[in-house]
Protein backbone atom coordinates (compact mmCIF):
# COMPACT_ATOMS: atom_id res chain seq x y z
CA UNK A 1 0.00 0.00 0.00
CA UNK A 2 2.51 2.17 0.78
CA UNK A 3 4.39 1.28 -2.49
CA UNK A 4 1.38 2.11 -4.01
CA UNK A 5 0.92 5.68 -2.58
CA UNK A 6 4.32 6.76 -3.42
CA UNK A 7 3.98 5.64 -6.77
CA UNK A 8 0.68 8.06 -7.56
CA UNK A 9 2.31 10.37 -5.81
CA UNK A 10 4.87 9.92 -8.38
CA UNK A 11 2.18 9.92 -10.98
CA UNK A 12 0.69 12.77 -10.01
CA UNK A 13 3.78 14.77 -9.77
CA UNK A 14 4.65 13.68 -13.09
CA UNK A 15 1.19 14.74 -14.64
CA UNK A 16 0.72 18.36 -12.83
CA UNK A 17 4.30 19.06 -14.79
CA UNK A 18 3.63 17.52 -17.66
CA UNK A 19 0.80 19.72 -17.66
CA UNK A 20 1.98 22.88 -16.58
CA UNK A 21 4.48 22.27 -19.26
CA UNK A 22 2.00 22.03 -22.00
CA UNK A 23 0.08 25.03 -20.61
CA UNK A 24 3.06 26.85 -20.95
CA UNK A 25 3.81 25.67 -24.41
CA UNK A 26 0.29 26.71 -25.58
CA UNK A 27 0.37 30.24 -23.83
CA UNK A 28 4.27 31.15 -25.44
CA UNK A 29 2.52 29.94 -28.69
CA UNK A 30 -0.33 32.18 -28.51
CA UNK A 31 2.15 34.93 -27.64
CA UNK A 32 4.26 34.36 -30.46
CA UNK A 33 1.54 34.14 -32.72
CA UNK A 34 0.00 37.12 -31.69
CA UNK A 35 3.38 39.08 -31.71
CA UNK A 36 4.18 37.57 -35.47
CA UNK A 37 0.03 38.48 -36.23
CA UNK A 38 0.91 42.32 -34.94
CA UNK A 39 4.31 43.09 -36.59
CA UNK A 40 2.39 41.81 -40.24
CA UNK A 41 0.16 44.10 -39.19
CA UNK A 42 1.87 46.71 -38.54
CA UNK A 43 4.02 46.35 -41.64
CA UNK A 44 1.03 46.48 -43.84
CA UNK A 45 0.13 49.85 -42.25
CA UNK A 46 2.99 51.16 -43.00
CA UNK A 47 3.33 50.06 -46.51
CA UNK A 48 -0.05 50.96 -47.23
CA UNK A 49 0.66 54.81 -45.47
CA UNK A 50 3.68 55.11 -47.42
CA UNK A 51 1.63 53.66 -50.78
CA UNK A 52 -0.97 56.48 -50.06
CA UNK A 53 1.71 59.50 -49.19
CA UNK A 54 2.97 58.44 -52.89
CA UNK A 55 -0.33 58.47 -54.43
CA UNK A 56 -1.18 62.15 -52.57
CA UNK A 57 1.87 63.59 -53.80
CA UNK A 58 0.78 62.32 -57.56
CA UNK A 59 -2.59 63.87 -56.79
CA UNK A 60 -1.10 67.08 -56.52
CA UNK A 61 1.19 67.48 -59.14
CA UNK A 62 -1.62 66.08 -61.58
CA UNK A 63 -4.23 68.56 -60.01
CA UNK A 64 -1.43 71.44 -60.40
CA UNK A 65 -0.81 70.71 -63.42
CA UNK A 66 -4.67 70.16 -64.71
CA UNK A 67 -5.70 73.61 -62.73
CA UNK A 68 -2.60 75.72 -63.94
CA UNK A 69 -3.20 74.41 -68.15
CA UNK A 70 -5.16 76.65 -70.08
CA UNK A 71 -6.83 73.96 -72.44
CA UNK A 72 -9.48 71.24 -70.19
CA UNK A 73 -7.69 68.09 -70.03
CA UNK A 74 -10.02 65.47 -69.43
CA UNK A 75 -8.18 62.10 -69.83
CA UNK A 76 -6.35 64.28 -66.44
CA UNK A 77 -10.01 64.81 -64.87
CA UNK A 78 -10.71 61.17 -65.15
CA UNK A 79 -7.29 59.98 -64.22
CA UNK A 80 -7.83 62.04 -61.16
CA UNK A 81 -10.92 60.91 -59.75
CA UNK A 82 -10.07 57.53 -60.47
CA UNK A 83 -7.14 58.09 -57.95
CA UNK A 84 -9.27 60.05 -55.70
CA UNK A 85 -11.97 56.88 -55.46
CA UNK A 86 -8.89 54.84 -55.37
CA UNK A 87 -7.41 56.95 -52.18
CA UNK A 88 -10.90 57.06 -50.65
CA UNK A 89 -10.79 52.96 -50.51
CA UNK A 90 -7.61 51.98 -49.79
CA UNK A 91 -7.93 54.87 -46.55
CA UNK A 92 -11.11 52.91 -45.80
CA UNK A 93 -9.68 49.77 -45.78
CA UNK A 94 -7.52 51.03 -43.10
CA UNK A 95 -10.38 50.62 -40.82
CA UNK A 96 -9.70 46.90 -40.77
CA UNK A 97 -6.67 47.12 -39.84
CA UNK A 98 -6.46 50.13 -37.06
CA UNK A 99 -10.00 49.93 -36.31
CA UNK A 100 -12.27 52.85 -36.18
CA UNK A 101 -9.99 55.35 -33.82
CA UNK A 102 -9.92 59.33 -34.29
CA UNK A 103 -6.66 59.84 -36.51
CA UNK A 104 -8.78 56.96 -39.12
CA UNK A 105 -11.70 59.51 -39.15
CA UNK A 106 -9.35 62.62 -39.77
CA UNK A 107 -7.90 60.51 -42.92
CA UNK A 108 -11.45 60.13 -44.52
CA UNK A 109 -11.98 63.57 -43.67
CA UNK A 110 -9.34 64.37 -45.21
CA UNK A 111 -10.07 62.92 -48.50
CA UNK A 112 -13.15 64.61 -48.77
CA UNK A 113 -11.28 67.79 -48.70
CA UNK A 114 -9.01 66.48 -51.14
CA UNK A 115 -11.20 65.78 -53.64
CA UNK A 116 -13.27 69.08 -52.59
CA UNK A 117 -9.92 71.01 -53.13
CA UNK A 118 -9.28 69.28 -56.58
CA UNK A 119 -12.59 69.02 -57.98
CA UNK A 120 -15.10 71.45 -56.65
CA UNK A 121 -14.25 74.32 -58.40
CA UNK A 122 -12.41 75.13 -62.15
CA UNK A 123 -12.98 71.39 -63.04
CA UNK A 124 -14.82 70.00 -66.00
CA UNK A 125 -17.13 72.24 -67.22
CA UNK A 126 -16.03 75.04 -65.13
CA UNK A 127 -12.12 74.73 -66.28
CA UNK A 128 -11.75 78.27 -68.14
CA UNK A 129 -8.50 79.35 -68.92
CA UNK A 130 -5.56 78.68 -66.47
CA UNK A 131 -5.96 79.31 -62.99
CA UNK A 132 -3.64 81.86 -60.94
CA UNK A 133 -0.92 80.40 -59.46
CA UNK A 134 -1.40 82.45 -56.71
CA UNK A 135 -5.29 81.66 -55.77
CA UNK A 136 -6.91 80.06 -53.53
CA UNK A 137 -7.66 76.52 -55.63
CA UNK A 138 -3.96 75.69 -55.00
CA UNK A 139 -3.61 76.91 -51.79
CA UNK A 140 -7.00 74.56 -50.97
CA UNK A 141 -4.95 72.14 -52.94
CA UNK A 142 -1.80 72.44 -51.09
CA UNK A 143 -3.18 72.10 -47.56
CA UNK A 144 -5.43 69.66 -48.22
CA UNK A 145 -2.70 66.89 -49.45
CA UNK A 146 -0.22 68.03 -46.62
CA UNK A 147 -3.04 67.63 -44.22
CA UNK A 148 -4.09 63.86 -45.41
CA UNK A 149 -0.56 62.78 -45.55
CA UNK A 150 0.21 64.24 -42.11
CA UNK A 151 -2.84 62.36 -40.93
CA UNK A 152 -1.69 59.36 -42.26
CA UNK A 153 1.58 59.92 -41.10
CA UNK A 154 0.14 59.96 -37.37
CA UNK A 155 -2.03 57.08 -38.30
CA UNK A 156 1.28 54.75 -39.20
CA UNK A 157 3.30 56.45 -35.90
CA UNK A 158 0.39 55.59 -33.82
CA UNK A 159 1.27 51.93 -33.86
CA UNK A 160 4.70 52.64 -32.81
CA UNK A 161 3.78 54.90 -29.99
CA UNK A 162 4.82 54.29 -26.53
CA UNK A 163 1.56 52.51 -24.60
CA UNK B 1 -39.38 52.96 -53.88
CA UNK B 2 -37.11 54.28 -56.49
CA UNK B 3 -33.66 53.12 -56.69
CA UNK B 4 -31.34 54.45 -59.32
CA UNK B 5 -28.04 53.61 -60.30
CA UNK B 6 -25.72 56.06 -61.80
CA UNK B 7 -23.65 53.92 -63.42
CA UNK B 8 -26.39 51.23 -65.08
CA UNK B 9 -29.16 54.32 -65.52
CA UNK B 10 -27.10 57.47 -65.96
CA UNK B 11 -23.75 57.20 -67.06
CA UNK B 12 -20.13 55.56 -65.64
CA UNK B 13 -18.79 58.89 -66.96
CA UNK B 14 -20.35 61.45 -64.67
CA UNK B 15 -18.87 64.53 -64.98
CA UNK B 16 -19.68 68.61 -64.58
CA UNK B 17 -21.98 70.59 -62.96
CA UNK B 18 -23.84 72.19 -65.28
CA UNK B 19 -26.19 70.65 -68.11
CA UNK B 20 -25.34 73.32 -71.05
CA UNK B 21 -21.89 71.84 -70.87
CA UNK B 22 -23.07 68.03 -70.44
CA UNK B 23 -25.31 65.18 -70.46
CA UNK B 24 -23.49 63.79 -67.78
CA UNK B 25 -23.26 66.23 -65.12
CA UNK B 26 -24.72 66.85 -61.70
CA UNK B 27 -27.73 69.12 -63.03
CA UNK B 28 -29.08 66.56 -65.67
CA UNK B 29 -28.92 63.72 -63.15
CA UNK B 30 -31.27 65.90 -60.55
CA UNK B 31 -33.17 66.76 -63.60
CA UNK B 32 -33.76 63.40 -64.60
CA UNK B 33 -34.03 61.25 -61.93
CA UNK B 34 -33.90 62.62 -59.12
CA UNK B 35 -36.27 65.84 -59.05
CA UNK B 36 -39.33 63.32 -61.00
CA UNK B 37 -39.00 61.19 -58.66
CA UNK B 38 -38.97 63.06 -55.28
CA UNK B 39 -41.69 65.58 -56.62
CA UNK B 40 -43.96 62.53 -56.59
CA UNK B 41 -43.43 62.24 -53.09
CA UNK B 42 -41.36 58.30 -53.72
CA UNK B 43 -38.78 57.73 -51.49
CA UNK B 44 -35.36 57.52 -53.37
CA UNK B 45 -32.02 55.33 -53.11
CA UNK B 46 -29.14 56.59 -55.06
CA UNK B 47 -26.44 53.41 -55.85
CA UNK B 48 -23.57 55.52 -56.81
CA UNK B 49 -21.07 52.51 -56.97
CA UNK B 50 -19.85 51.59 -60.46
CA UNK B 51 -18.25 54.68 -62.29
CA UNK B 52 -15.23 55.91 -62.98
CA UNK B 53 -15.18 58.50 -59.75
CA UNK B 54 -17.12 61.68 -59.34
CA UNK B 55 -15.86 65.33 -58.85
CA UNK B 56 -17.57 67.63 -55.88
CA UNK B 57 -18.90 69.94 -58.34
CA UNK B 58 -21.12 66.76 -59.76
CA UNK B 59 -22.18 65.85 -56.12
CA UNK B 60 -22.65 69.09 -55.06
CA UNK B 61 -24.99 70.37 -57.95
CA UNK B 62 -26.75 66.86 -58.16
CA UNK B 63 -27.63 66.59 -54.37
CA UNK B 64 -27.42 70.38 -53.05
CA UNK B 65 -28.91 71.35 -55.90
CA UNK B 66 -32.50 69.53 -54.58
CA UNK B 67 -32.64 71.54 -51.74
CA UNK B 68 -32.27 74.79 -54.00
CA UNK B 69 -34.76 74.02 -56.76
CA UNK B 70 -37.26 72.14 -54.29
CA UNK B 71 -37.32 74.83 -52.04
CA UNK B 72 -37.64 72.74 -49.00
CA UNK B 73 -35.76 71.79 -45.92
CA UNK B 74 -32.36 69.46 -45.45
CA UNK B 75 -34.01 67.29 -43.30
CA UNK B 76 -36.75 66.46 -45.57
CA UNK B 77 -34.34 65.63 -48.38
CA UNK B 78 -32.38 63.79 -46.31
CA UNK B 79 -35.62 61.79 -45.12
CA UNK B 80 -36.60 60.99 -48.81
CA UNK B 81 -33.04 60.46 -50.05
CA UNK B 82 -30.92 57.28 -49.04
CA UNK B 83 -27.43 57.37 -50.63
CA UNK B 84 -25.41 54.04 -50.75
CA UNK B 85 -21.95 53.34 -51.47
CA UNK B 86 -19.44 51.53 -50.55
CA UNK B 87 -16.86 54.52 -50.56
CA UNK B 88 -18.43 56.11 -47.22
CA UNK B 89 -16.48 58.95 -47.78
CA UNK B 90 -18.75 59.61 -51.16
CA UNK B 91 -21.98 59.48 -48.75
CA UNK B 92 -20.44 61.48 -46.04
CA UNK B 93 -19.68 64.36 -48.70
CA UNK B 94 -23.30 64.08 -50.31
CA UNK B 95 -24.64 64.45 -46.79
CA UNK B 96 -22.89 67.63 -46.26
CA UNK B 97 -23.74 69.08 -49.75
CA UNK B 98 -27.24 68.43 -48.67
CA UNK B 99 -27.02 70.13 -45.15
CA UNK B 100 -25.05 73.32 -46.71
CA UNK B 101 -27.45 73.99 -49.24
CA UNK B 102 -29.97 73.70 -46.27
CA UNK B 103 -27.89 76.38 -44.18
CA UNK B 104 -27.76 78.80 -47.54
CA UNK B 105 -31.65 78.33 -47.83
CA UNK B 106 -31.85 80.02 -44.36
CA UNK B 107 -29.68 82.90 -44.75
Known amino acids: ?163 | MYIVNVAKDFTRYPAGRFKKNGDTSGEAFRESFLLPALRKGEDVTVQLDGTIGYGSSFLEEAFGGIVRELNISADDVLAKLTIDSKDSSLVKEVHQYIKDAGLRRHQ
Not at chain 1, 26 to 35: D, E, G, Q, T, Y
Not at chain 1, 51 to 66: K, M, P
Open chain 1, 1 to 163: MITNAGNWNEIIKFGGQAIFIVVGWIVVNKLSIKREKDKARNDIIVKSVDSLCDLIDRLFDSARTYHSKAERDRDAEVKMKMSIQDLSLRVASLQDLTGYIPSYIECQDDVIRLRQAITSNHFEDEHTGSAELNSEIFQRIAEASLAAKRNLITLKHRQFSIK
